[in-house]
């Protein structure tokens, strides 16, 4: 039967796996009654109770006092009440304190089952209210399992899984049980099993929080992160600013020898990073991120928001990039439509054949996550432009 020992046990729980023992026990009183009815008949009106102060168990049979007994599991007449306590009227309900003896057996079975779910459901609860602090954040991770191109990723420090769907992964990055990666916690959704928690390794989020991880500057707030645009395991954009006159952004994330962009390229797997200053005048700033092709002058429509930006005939496939990677990304990266001209397009005269004009602009946001939906835009199949 439910000891001492038992109350213990709880107590212990509470404390080492910091488990609210008063749930705990509403939870095992429900299971306990559960098991008394099916064993002394559905149909009885009982409750069991602990008492934890006293490391008893008690269990309580109750009948409505009524004038004619027609169901004798739930009613009793008012002469046998009163039998009991003589101020018993009609409508009252009698408790009855029933016999342990005969239910021990059951009882330490079903205290038993539900301790251990319990103890399950609350650890996950626990570690699903952890993890929902994550949210946002990078986290290290150990790959468990991969499942027809899913990726099932243990989070470190709890017994929450992680799923990376294929279209969370950088494209051509393998990946191995037992390796440890790092993800960008995407979503926390609630499902029929428990929390579930979507990672990335594409989304742009991961390439901020990287940038956080490896660079002081960014982490502390001395440099800001303007904007992201990125074709993931391609290329990305990175347009950086700062306030303070002293601080060079773009040499803060190269680094010495460029160790740390070096670092982040190899933690995106190779993917071509683009440090873009950023600027307020428009100009400025659309020339700069059609970087590394040089921009000879741009011109902007603010009332349809678009830019016509003229190149050297010799740098317009650079500027445009392979399938049109560069001009697109730099429109995701500055908001501004983007029409790529050659500079002999400008010079007239008809004997000389127009070189061929690409115009991207961002397109509708898929979903409503501004700042992560940008990699979201299209599905990008292209490679690189080099």
Not at 373 to 386: A, M, P, Q, V
């Amino acid at each position: 039967m439910i000891n001492k020992d038992f109350f213990q046990a709880l107590e212990d729980l509470e404390t080492e796996k910091k488990i609210n023992k008063e749930k705990f026990i509403e939870a095992l009183e429900y299971a306990l009654t559960s098991a008394y009815k099916k064993m002394y008949g559905e149909a009885k009106s009982a409750s069991v109770k602990l008492s934890p102060e006293k490391s008893t168990i008690r269990i309580f049979s109750y009948k409505t006092v009524v004038d004619e007994v027609t169901d004798p599991d739930k009613e009793i007449s008012l002469q046998e009440a009163r039998l009991i306590k003589k101020s018993y009227k009609l409508g009252d309900e009698v408790a009855t304190e029933e016999s342990t003896k005969d239910f021990g057996r059951i009882a330490a079975q079903t205290a038993k089952q539900v301790v251990m779910q319990r103890l399950k459901e609350m650890e996950r609860e626990m570690a699903a209210s952890e993890i929902s602090e994550k949210e946002d954040e990078l986290l290290t991770t150990i790959v468990k399992r991969i499942d027809n191109g899913t990726v099932y990723v243990q989070i470190s420090g709890s017994h929450v899984e992680g799923i990376m769907l294929p279209t969370d992964q950088i494209p051509g990055e393998k990946y191995e049980v037992g390796q440890r990666i790092k993800v960008y916690v995407k979503r926390i959704k609630d499902s029929f099993r428990g929390p579930q928690i979507q990672v990335t390794r594409s989304n742009i989020g991961f390439v901020r929080k990287v940038f956080e991880l490896e660079i002081p500057e960014i982490a502390s707030g001395d440099v800001k992160i303007k904007n992201i645009a990125r074709d993931p395991g391609s290329r990305s954009k990175v347009a950086l600013y700062t306030e303070k006159p002293n601080i060079d952004p773009i040499g803060s994330c190269v680094g010495n020898h460029g160790i740390r962009i070096n670092t982040i390229v190899s933690e995106l797997n190779g993917e071509k990073v683009d440090l873009i200053l950023y600027s307020e005048d428009p100009l400025e700033y659309i020339a700069r991120a059609l970087s590394p092709a040089k921009v000879l002058s741009v011109e902007t429509n603010e009332s349809l928001n678009a830019s016509r930006v003229i190149v050297p005939d010799d740098k317009l496939s650079l500027a445009i990039g392979k399938n049109g990677q560069n001009v697109r990304l730099a429109a995701r990266l500055t908001g501004w439509k983007i029409e790529v001209k050659p500079e002999s397009s400008t010079l007239g005269g008809a004997e000389k054949q127009e070189p061929k004009e690409v115009e991207y602009e961002l397109t509708e946001l898929e979903d409503e996550e501004s700042f992560e939906s940008f990699d979201d835009l299209d599905e990008i199949k292209e490679e690189g432009d080099e």
